[in-house]
């Protein structure tokens, strides 16, 4: 019995594969879920007119340069997908489908 338990070396250990496609999917997550966040600063600057020191870029921030963040999030969950595909990562199976509906959702918000 003692041959099939997995030793205290290896046990809990990921290869540096599945490190680099979880560092990309959360990367993705960060990209796609920072849309929302710049939202909600933008309706307390200017829905609820509170002004908050140094936040005054988030007005200035053009809609195809959203479109294009979100595209760099869907590369980097494509990329987390294809790497986690082939070394047995897990988050990309979040990642990718949240960072597509992010960017369509993005475009046609900002496009249309």
């Known amino acids: ?3 099939l338990a997995i030793p205290e070396g ?3 250990q ?3 594969q599945k ?3 979880a560092s990309l999917a959360y990367a993705s997550l960060a990209c796609s879920l ?3 966040l710049m939202g909600a600063l933008y309706y307390l600057q200017v829905g609820l007119r509170v002004r908050i020191p140094g936040l005054r870029w988030v007005d200035s921030i053009a809609s195809w ?3 294009l963040f979100e595209a760099f999030a869907l590369l980097l969950s494509i990329v987390a ?3 986690g595909l082939f070394f047995g990562a897990k988050l990309w199976q979040i990642a990718l489908p949240m960072a597509l509906l992010m960017f369509l959702f993005t475009y046609y918000v900002m496009v249309s």
Do not use: I
């Open 1 to 3: 019995m003692d041959g």
């Open 10 to 12: 290896k046990r809990g």
């Open 65 to 67: 340069q959203w479109v």
């Open 19 to 21: 490190r680099f496609s």
């Open 14 to 16: 990921r290869g540096w």
């Open 34 to 36: 920072s849309f929302w």
């Open 81 to 83: 997908a294809a790497s």
